[in-house]
């Protein structure tokens, strides 16, 4: 997968499709469903039923679990932010499945916004929109681009066009 987001996800083997958000079902956490993938290859259904829970895998074998808790295990500790105390934390396999299911939200959300993400903020609390009109040219979209981006340098631009 080659993408903007790869600040957070660097060379990630993994990805998630067929992403449903329930917002109306989501209480503590967000209620999704979602189809985790190694490169090709189905390894689970994952989702969260929203009532604060963990995720639930239906691993399609025990070799893709190890692989994706392997990979989980081995991701950088994320931070905790300033007014909570700081700190760090280590993600898990739910904490990867998050920053997966904001990286395709991002995606889904670039092809009808500008969409930016934070690079001083977590991918999971710091995606960024700026609505533009599809009626103005894509000259007048990418002017408006380059303004935001000139105005705001933490911000990274989403390419809806990026091979994933």
């Known amino acids: ?29 967000t209620c999704f469903s979602a189809t985790l993938y190694k ?22 074998d025990r070799d893709h679990w190890t692989g994706f808790l ?3 295990e081995a991701m950088p500790e994320a931070h905790f ?3 909570w105390g700081g700190g ?12 997966l299911v904001a990286e395709e939200e991002a995606f889904k959300m670039a092809k009808k916004y500008l969409t930016f993400i934070d690079r001083e903020g ?3 609390s710091g995606v960024v929109n700026f609505k533009v009109g599809r009626k103005k040219t ?15 340098p933490n911000l990274l631009w989403i390419d809806p066009n990026t091979v994933r």
């Open 88 to 99: 760090t934390y280590k993600r898990g396999i739910d904490g990867l499945v998050d920053l």
């Open 81 to 83: 932010p300033e007014e």
């Open 39 to 60: 490169g090709t290859t189905k390894i689970a259904e994952v989702t969260n039923r929203g009532c604060g829970g963990c995720h639930e895998y239906p691993w399609k």
């Open 138 to 152: 894509a000259a007048s979209e990418l002017e408006v681009r380059d303004q935001i981006l000139a105005s705001h």
């Open 1 to 29: 997968m080659t993408s903007t987001i790869q600040t957070y996800l660097p060379q990630t083997p993994f990805h998630v499709r067929a992403l449903k958000i329930h917002k109306a079902l989501s209480e503590e956490t």
């Open 122 to 124: 977590d991918i999971e």
């Open 70 to 72: 392997d990979y989980a």
